[in-house]
């Protein structure tokens, strides 16, 4: 099977896949994309080659984009095995993959005390943060303010704000994700 073909396939797959998970019929999309059942019915089964000028309101109707929907098949391995980074007081260990789809970055940290989180320390850069605390107790530094977050407990903020995120008492683990501009700031803080 050629490259074209394999593409072709797994951009049916995906419509076919959409429209069953929205719980559609095939006369519920055309509807939506205004496209006759029949043609849906001969691309998703590989009767009918797809054109550019279909595959649009088709993605459009399934609420997504077409980037998304023709992106190439990831072959790669699935199990991200991550190398832990040091700097003073935090480890980091990246869970996605460097320029990960969707911009957003996913990242397992591990902080102590002896991370600095003065003002001299906070940074601020477009986007949005989100963590959760694991275990221990965070303390997320947002402009003037402290806020304490414990095991359980989750933030999310602008990073246009002023911010660092330290440990309470011992140690802390945290889950974080970051949006694009979070993730090209954070790679380069450290």
């Known amino acids: 099977m050629t490259q074209d073909a394999e593409l072709e396939t797994i951009i049916r797959q995906r419509i076919r896949g959409l429209r069953l998970a929205r719980g559609w019929s ?12 029949s043609t849906l019915s001969r691309i998703e089964t590989g009767h009918r080659r797809i054109a550019l000028d279909q595959l649009v309101p088709i993605a459009r109707a399934l609420g997504t984009s077409l980037d998304q929907l023709v992106e ?28 990960a789809p969707r ?29 959760t605390v694991l275990s221990g107790t965070a ?26 995120v330290g440990a309470v008492d011992g140690p802390v683990e945290i889950l974080t994700v970051l949006d694009s501009d979070g993730e090209r700031s954070h790679q380069h803080a450290d």
């Open 26 to 37: 095939l006369d519920a999309l055309a509807s939506r994309c205004h496209l006759s059942p």
């Open 72 to 99: 190439p098949a990831d072959d790669e391995d699935v199990v991200i095995r991550p190398e832990p980074r040091h700097a003073r007081g935090v480890t980091v260990w990246p869970l996605s993959r460097e320029g």
């Open 103 to 131: 911009g957003v970055a996913v990242a397992r940290m591990r902080i102590t005390p002896e991370r600095p989180t003065g003002p001299e320390h906070r940074g601020v850069h477009p986007g949005r943060e989100w963590f």
């Open 139 to 164: 303390v997320l530094q947002l402009g003037e303010r402290s806020v304490l977050v414990r095991a359980g407990q989750a933030a999310e903020f602008s990073t246009m704000l002023p911010h660092a």
